[in-house]
């Protein structure tokens, strides 16, 4: 496979975006009612969206220095005037952990969800699109884009399948984020109107020469344009369209969309350590406690919401916030070692939650009545949940001071969820043995020893250090009571039925964790390599300039180069 990635690199990093583009726009020729047809094509294409992916990814893997870096110019102009897609450790990374979620969805949605409304298939292959292509883009205008593609069809999936509810939800997330789109524009043009530029490695080479008379306009920009990426990345108080949205949506969606705010994340990382490294001048290190405290608040917003909730699809929408927030917590300490260690929770905090998203639903179904499509109404947040409400069957198994009674058998279909439940409680509380511990435990072993120096830097990671645990300790608690009240409290149902098409996603998901621990150690070591990538820029930067345009008759004169010598 090595061989044959480098024989097609750089024209192999537009297929993440051409694949599903081309996909989407054979699929709105058919008829509406060929669902065996679209499943086909938008499976195919999402796996192929895989294994372009594993490639981009090992290909990056091999390499070191400057051909770490995957250069690609698809108008064929120079840097920077031209679009520019650039790939390495970060974004491939990226690339994987998204194309394995959509996959994993799209064969959840098999199951039943594509059926339930219009251009579902095309929607998922339009997201995929714009989430690779924000992962890849090269400069500030191509991600707007790219971030409007990918919001796009996000409004779509959130409405999949009709309900009030998720309408209600659907127009506050779509007001939500049509004002961020509109900060971007701001932020960007602010950008552009100061620097002269948007590309993001000119942008770099750029900002330490800024005059400081417009230094100031410059941070006011950034800022604006930082907003924008905070209420994606769900940043406290700016998340509180979140849990609604992601609740309400369907389960396949909803797994989608824990990829968003990941989005975000990836987004300010980029550009944090791109425009604000320590060579910067006034500049360097901008807006980093903003993202310190705000997402550590961020953090225990999330985790005090996973106290406060009981429905599955709840619980998983405040897990998404936990995620991010200790990732932009991360981001603003500005430690390499730190950040590798993020690095390496961020994809199995994602496929953790993606998981959780898809195996709610089916908790959810199970206690509703299988020829309805409503969830009861005892199923909304009613606190305190008391297991004595319940009506304690007589075959129920007793304690030792009582009767001893036999146990009656456990649906296979019940044991499946149960299993799947308590490694997705493992994996988002951080206990061990899984990823999810090894994450948390590797950036509060980077945490430690606590700095001197700076009182202000030790009071911030004493914060994170607890909040990391106490946030477990609150998921763990919060999971265990919902596990209880769906698998452990006595209830008049029996076994439900569990398609194969609904349960092979979970299992998926909860198998790349598990293989994320067993191969701990090499993903550690890719995660140092990137977090040391990141905080290095100058490797970017002269990848980006160093990449020129192919000589064509059409461009001959403008390069300097003779017509005899120009590729046809």
């Not at 990836?266 to 405290?293: C, I, K």
């Not at 109404?377 to 007793?398: G, K, Q, S, V």
């Not at 279909?413 to 799947?420: I, K, R």
């Amino acid at each position: 496979m090595q061989s044959i990635t480098a024989a097609l690199m750089p024209h192999l990093m537009i297929a993440p975006i051409l694949v599903p583009l081309i996909t989407a726009c054979l699929m709105l020729f058919l008829r509406e009612g060929k669902h065996r047809t679209k499943a086909t094509l938008s499976l195919s294409a999402a796996v192929l969206n895989l294994v372009i992916a594993v490639a981009l990814l090992l290909w990056v893997k091999q390499s070191d220095g400057p051909s770490a870096f995957g250069v690609y110019l698809p108008s064929n102009w120079d840097v920077p005037y031209g679009i520019v897609l650039v790939l390495d450790r970060f974004s491939a990374l990226m690339l994987l952990v998204a194309a394995i979620v959509t996959l994993m969805a799209l064969l959840f949605a098999l199951a039943r969800w594509h059926k339930a409304g219009a251009h579902f298939h095309p929607l998922i292959q339009i997201q995929i699109m714009g989430l690779n292509g924000a992962f890849l883009t090269g400069d500030l205008f191509n991600l707007f884009v790219f971030f409007e593609v990918m919001l796009a069809a996000s409004y779509g999936l959130l409405l999949h399948g009709s309900g009030p509810s998720r309408v209600k939800s659907g127009l506050q997330y779509i007001a939500i984020n049509l004002a961020a789109s509109s900060l971007f524009l701001v932020g960007a043009s602010m950008i552009y109107g100061v620097t002269g530029t948007l590309n993001m490695a000119d942008l770099a080479a750029r900002i330490p020469q800024v005059a400081a008379a417009d230094r100031a306009l410059l941070h006011t920009a950034c800022a604006i344009l930082a907003v924008a990426f905070l209420a994606k990345a769900a940043m406290w108080p700016l998340n509180f369209w979140l849990v609604p949205a992601y609740s309400s949506a369907s389960a396949p969606s909803a797994a989608v969309f824990a990829l968003l705010t990941k989005v975000g994340v990836y987004v300010l990382l980029r550009l944090s350590t791109l425009l604000f490294p320590p060579e910067a001048g006034s500049s360097a290190g901008f807006g980093s406690q903003w993202l310190l405290w705000g997402g550590m608040a961020t953090l225990a917003f999330g985790a005090i919401g996973l106290l406060a909730s009981q429905r599955p699809a709840r619980l998983a929408g405040y897990a998404v916030i936990v995620s991010s927030g200790t990732l932009l917590a991360v981001v603003g300490f500005a430690r390499p070692e730190l950040t590798a260690a993020a690095l390496y929770y961020l994809p199995s905090s994602t496929l953790a939650v993606a998981a959780f998203f898809l195996l709610g639903e089916i908790m959810e179904r199970s206690r509703t009545d299988p020829h309805s499509q409503r969830a009861p109404e005892d199923e909304e947040d009613h606190l305190p949940f008391a297991l004595a409400d319940l009506e304690i069957a007589r075959t129920a198994n007793l304690d030792e001071d009582e009767e001893v009674l036999i146990g009656r058998a456990i649906p296979a279909s019940t044991a499946l969820l149960g299993l799947a439940f308590i490694c997705c409680t493992v994996l988002v509380a951080g206990l061990p043995p899984l990823s999810g511990f090894i994450g948390k435990f590797a950036m509060l072993s980077a945490l430690l020893p606590l700095p001197v120096e700076s009182p202000r830097v030790g009071l911030a990671s004493w914060a994170l250090l607890v909040l990391v645990i106490v946030s477990g300790l609150f998921a763990l608690v919060a999971l265990s009571r919902t596990g209880i009240r769906f698998f452990w409290a006595p209830m008049e149902r029996g076994g439900h039925l569990l398609r194969v098409a609904e349960f092979v996603p979970i299992a998926v998901l909860i198998a790349a964790c598990v293989l994320f621990t067993v191969r701990g150690e090499a993903l550690m070591r890719y995660a140092q390599a990137t977090a040391t990538s990141l905080y290095q820029p100058r490797g970017y930067i002269d990848a980006v300039f160093s990449t020129k345009p192919l000589p064509t008759p059409t461009n001959a004169e403008r390069l300097g180069v003779p017509v005899s010598e120009t590729r046809p």
